[in-house]
């Protein structure tokens, strides 16, 4: 009998592997719910429940929201990353905080095993193979689900069988939920072709009237909405979730390189996350100059792929949070936003550090800071070196 400490939601995998680890394979299984945001107390507890019922020696919820903002979320928020300019890395982000907290756990528990549910087809198997090797180096890692090949009715067909009692009909559809989005899987993602159904998105549509609301940034993290402070960043983005996602903002479906080499599509909800880091962005064109907006999208760029392919842990990763860190301290204001059915307006932003200040000019109107004639002069040397290239050639033709 091996002890092992199984990465479990709840969900259709896990339960299984649950199942399967202790009563075809004898293991004294240890579930542990990494929380990274997204389950109320509720949720919370019927999940604990169902583990309990499937036999396993013991459930441990580790609470890891506030690191996950603190080590992960802020600088996707300063980055203002979005893979393939779509996916705000809902899940592969805190996919790599749940892998950390798991490994550290199995350590302190003194656990020979690690089990978690991916596929042999995805990302997550990657990320959570690679955290465990380096930070777990001398324990094992199971992976029913990848080695078993298992399709998701084939998982269902087995709990059937021994009388596990769940939501299968809504089991049919892989749901991660997480403070930054919640991913959804299904038969259509598996298409190029076919869209998410009504009913497989968490959030029902329940908001129709335009409302606007007013989101405070200082130096770049969310702290305030609609003149309300927060303390913690988590609570306002929390609060920001639950005005806007009902409206049906923030669904889409991504489409990208997985780390294995071949394409895949998943459907996401992630409302909160997609305002912030647009409404983020238009306060930072108005307050970053040009070259340090080109070079913080140079970074987020590596800093938001690295990321999705699980090499949290590279010492790079640490650089380039120092980075883009330093660029945030003008990035302090409110932006105004319009909330409407599937979709979001940005209608301005107000900053004591905006660069777009009328005391210097106006675009289009007037300049205060120049004349004509040094417009002249500059436009002349800025355009020499092409002048000088076009009257060469034409000289020699």
Same mark, same amino acid.
């Given at each position: %009998?091996?002890?092992?400490? @199984? #990465? ?5 995998? $896990?339960?299984?592997?649950? *199942?399967? !680890? /202790? ?106 193979? %690679?955290?465990?090797?380096? @930070? #777990? ?5 199971? $992976?029913?689900?990848?080695? *078993?090949? !298992? /399709? ?246």
């Amino acid at each position: %009998m091996k002890k092992v400490v @199984l #990465a479990y939601s709840g969900g259709l995998d $896990t339960t299984f592997c649950a *199942l399967h !680890l /202790s009563k075809d394979l004898g293991h004294e299984v240890h579930a542990v719910l990494v929380n990274t945001g997204g389950f109320s107390a509720q949720e919370l507890q019927d999940i604990e429940q169902r583990a309990h019922a499937l036999g396993v020696a013991s459930f441990r919820i580790l609470d890891v929201v506030q690191d996950y903002y603190q080590s992960v979320i802020r600088y996707l928020v300063y980055g203002n990353v979005l893979k393939n300019d779509t996916y705000p890395l809902s899940v592969s982000a805190e996919r790599i905080v749940q892998a950390k907290s798991i490994a550290e756990y199995a350590i302190s528990i003194g656990a020979q095993a690690v089990a978690h549910g991916s596929t042999g087809a995805g990302n997550d198997q990657v990320r959570f193979d %690679m955290i465990f090797q380096i @930070l #777990a180096p001398e324990v094992e890692i199971i $992976t029913p689900i990848r080695d *078993l090949k !298992l /399709s998701r009715q084939e998982e269902i067909d087995y709990l059937k069988k021994h009388g596990v009692s769940m939501n299968f009909e809504k089991a049919a559809y892989s749901v991660n939920k997480g403070i930054w989005g919640t991913s959804v899987g299904g038969k259509e993602t598996l298409t190029s072709s076919d869209f998410l159904p009504e009913s497989a998105w968490p959030t029902p549509v329940t908001e129709n009237e335009p409302k606007e609301v007013k989101l405070t940034f200082v130096q770049g993290q969310i702290k305030g909405i609609d003149g309300v402070s927060y303390s913690s960043s988590v609570d306002a983005i929390l609060k920001l979730q639950s005005l806007a996602a009902p409206y049906g903002i923030g669904r889409d479906i991504h489409v990208g390189d997985t780390i294995i080499g071949i394409k895949g599509r998943v459907g996401f909800e992630a409302a909160a996350p997609l305002i912030i880091i647009k409404a983020h962005q238009l306060l930072e064109k108005h307050t970053l100059t040009k070259w340090q907006a080109y070079w913080k999208k140079q970074v987020a760029e590596f800093y938001g792929n690295h990321l999705h392919e699980g090499h949290f842990l590279d010492p790079v990763m640490r650089n380039f949070e120092t980075f883009l860190e330093s660029t945030q301290e003008q990035v302090s204001g409110e932006v105004r936003i319009l909330l409407q059915p599937y979709r979001f307006t940005l209608l301005g932003i107000t900053s004591d550090h905006d660069l777009m200040s009328a005391k210097f000019g106006s675009y289009g109107e007037m300049n205060k800071g120049y004349t004509g004639e040094d417009v002249k002069g500059f436009t002349r040397i800025l355009g020499n070196q092409t002048a000088i290239f076009h009257k060469v050639k034409n000289s020699n033709e």
